[in-house]
Nanobody, 123 residues
């Protein structure tokens, strides 16, 4: 069983930056591709970014390319999402996810979900 704990969410002004983290328990961290999804109020959960097991491959939602960077630290069993130039429409609960590969996790085929962290961007 893998547990995922997100942190780092909060309130930020438009144009600001924020980094959210996802700490994974267990020794299987490097066995999974990882990703971030988000869900805004009244909307469906959507893909944000993904990173491969080895960290060499990343994938981003077209709407967020250039503003977000996904990374992972194997020593800390932690994945990050650096978000810059934040907009009010980025307000959402951000979820960490584990899956098999970047393409499958992007399709929503997720093995484990975190509980989410709230990111609120004020105008």
């Amino acid at each position: 069983q893998v547990q995922l704990v997100e942190s780092g969410g909060g309130l930020v002004q438009a144009g600001g930056s924020l980094r959210v983290s996802c700490a994974a328990s267990g020794r299987t961290f490097s066995s999974y591709a990882m990703a971030w999804f988000r869900q805004a109020p009244g909307k469906e959960r959507e893909f944000v970014a993904a990173i491969s097991r080895g960290g060499s491959t990343t994938d981003y939602a077209d709407s967020l390319k250039g503003r977000v960077t996904i990374s992972r630290d194997y020593a800390k069993n932690t994945m990050y999402l650096q978000m810059n130039s934040l907009k009010p429409e980025d307000t959402a609960v951000y979820y960490c996810a584990l899956g098999v590969t970047v393409p499958t996790i992007r399709q929503g085929r997720v093995d484990y979900w975190g509980q989410g962290t709230q990111v609120t961007v004020s105008s």
